[in-house]
């Protein structure tokens, strides 16, 4: 028994010299960031949260059928299990066929084959678009737009409660016209909100529909906004109390502007749309007439202390002859908003489809096209903070690139979407189109933390076949845990460490911890 001692507390010193010696901060292996408090005056600046972005990984794997494929959404789980869709079309311009989705179990390193989403209407003639996805208790909620030439159109939300494997679609929209850009999202207490266009040929309205039974069944609730030509994709969001809030773009022949309504009873009934931008009539759009078309389309969230931030993309005449990526937020619940502040540093060229997440610290992780580069666009990641004691001062990190190679110019129609999900950790998941193979794909990344002192998480995922069910394995042993966490220290240094690794399996063994 003292042999064994000894030789365990030698592992364990080999193990503390070689931390000590910096071996192992590694940057492919995930890193839980070091949590600031959440007064933004214990930040850095100029902190970034990450330091590059992981090697991109290609999703839409499966071609046979529907050569290009756009328009991302993704889901994460509470155990960190993600979910990322996309809808599948015959050109890289062109309408969409079908959704698919695919998942993974282990932070993205591997994902499963794509699969598609059953057709709620006739096979032969229906399309589906637009897909939506939202994780809540246990549930994958995955919404799109299924339509075909004989006047069938409808949003359809399919739930999901064995990690994908079984789905149960429902039809989800109401409205009298052809119902598009949907988005949707789940509260705390389960209640479903699904908000889309409902376009006729007299004018568009913004329609929301509920579910107060986790997606069995849902119905018609408020209708949001007065009926006109210029509306176009709603982006909701949630308060702390649960009020419904609802932004989206308005056009007209000479310019645009953000809208935001909100519901104080559930979204059943709304008040009185307000423009989100009061200095201006701002918003834009361009058609894919050999570029890559863009839209002012706005995104909406609320962070932790109930400040409600707008990100878009806009063009203003006179100013910049280019899209910019613009945010402004509001801390009384969209009466007033703060001064647009511009994200991208530099202005030269397009930058466009923004999408946001906060963090547990209140940081914001915005994600964007951008074409800069000679003959191409790709994503790019900014982070900013707000400090000073009302947090109005920003303070940006530095533009970094997320996809390793630029796609084409010619590629006119990456879709309306982007997607950036944080997990348990903080650590930033994106997925985005992407046409470096000769035609449009969905490419994924994740952030690699910025911070040299991390804690490993006090689970260990098991999981059988992609598209089986995944189980959480809880250690709740202080001594295997910490092993688990030495071993896994020791993973990425290689060479003699695989032999240290070598030895904490046998010890496992024999003491009964593995």
């Known amino acids: 028994m003292a042999r064994t001692e000894n030789m365990c507390s030698a592992i364990l010193a080999l193990l503390v010299i070689l931390s000590m010696c910096g071996l192992a901060n590694n940057g492919s292996m995930f890193q839980n960031p070091v ?14 949260p990450i330091r ?54 282990d932070f993205g390193t591997t994902w ?21 996805m939202a994780w809540h208790a246990g549930a994958l909620y995955y919404a799109y737009l299924e339509f075909s030439e004989e006047d069938f159109t409808q949003i359809t939300v399919a739930k999901s409660t064995d990690y994908g494997n079984s789905w149960s679609p429902v039809k989800a929209s109401f409205g009298r016209g052809f119902a598009d850009k949907e988005t949707m999202m789940v509260a705390d207490d389960g209640t479903i909100y699904v908000a889309y266009d409902d376009v006729e040929e007299d004018g568009v309205t913004v329609e929301l529909s509920k579910s107060t039974d986790g997606g069995k069944l849902f119905r018609g609730a408020g ?41 104080l009873n559930d979204g059943e009934t709304f008040g009185e749309e307000r423009f989100v931008n009061q200095d201006g009539n701002f918003s834009a759009w361009t058609t894919a007439d050999g570029n890559p078309a863009k839209v002012t389309l706005p995104v909406i969230r609320f962070d932790q202390n109930d400040r409600l931030y707008v990100l878009w993309a806009d063009m203003y005449e006179g100013v910049h002859d280019t899209f910019d990526v613009f945010l402004r937020y509001s801390d009384d619940y969209g009466r007033t908003w703060s001064p647009r502040l511009r994200i991208n ?24 096209y951008e074409d800069r580069l000679i003959g191409g666009y790709r994503s790019f990641y900014k982070a900013v903070s707000f400090t000073g004691p009302s947090r109005d001062v920003p303070e940006f990190g530095e533009e970094m690139p997320i996809a390793s190679a630029g796609t084409d110019l010619s590629f006119t129609r990456p879709g309306e979407y982007f997607c950036i999900k944080l997990d348990s950790n903080d650590i930033p998941h994106v997925v985005w189109t992407d046409g470096r193979k000769g035609a449009l794909d969905i490419y994924y990344a994740h952030g690699v933390p910025n911070y040299p002192d991390h804690t490993e998480t006090n689970s260990t995922k098991t999981t059988t076949s992609t598209q089986t069910s995944v189980t959480t394995t809880a250690t709740t042993d202080g001594e295997e845990l910490l092993i688990v966490r030495m071993a896994r220290l020791v993973a990425i240094i290689g060479g003699a460490a695989a032999i240290v690794g070598a030895v904490i399996v046998w010890w496992n063994r024999r003491t009964g911890f593995g």
């Open 112 to 132: 499963s084959w794509p699969y598609d989403m059953p057709m709620f209407g006739d096979l032969s003639s229906t399309r589906q678009s637009d897909p939506w």
């Open 345 to 368: 540093k530099l202005t030269e060229g397009n930058q466009w489809n923004p999408e946001f997440a906060i963090d547990s610290t209140g940081r914001l992780h915005i994600v964007y």
């Open 35 to 48: 949590q600031v408090e959440s007064d933004s005056t214990a930040y850095q600046e100029n902190v970034l």
């Open 52 to 105: 590059y972005f992981s090697e991109n990984i290609l999703l839409s794997t499966n071609d046979m059928v529907y050569p290009h494929h756009v328009e991302v959404t993704m889901a994460i789980a509470e155990n960190d299990i993600m979910f990322v869709g996309w809808k599948n079309s015959e050109t890289h311009n062109g309408e969409g066929t079908r959704v698919s989705f695919v998942k993974s179990t």
């Open 223 to 263: 209708t949001i906004g007065e009926k006109s030509d210029g509306h176009v994709g709603p982006y909701l969001a949630l308060s702390s109390s649960g009020d419904v809030y609802c932004a989206w773009s308005w056009f007209d022949e000479f310019g645009g502007n953000i809208f935001l309504d909100r519901s």
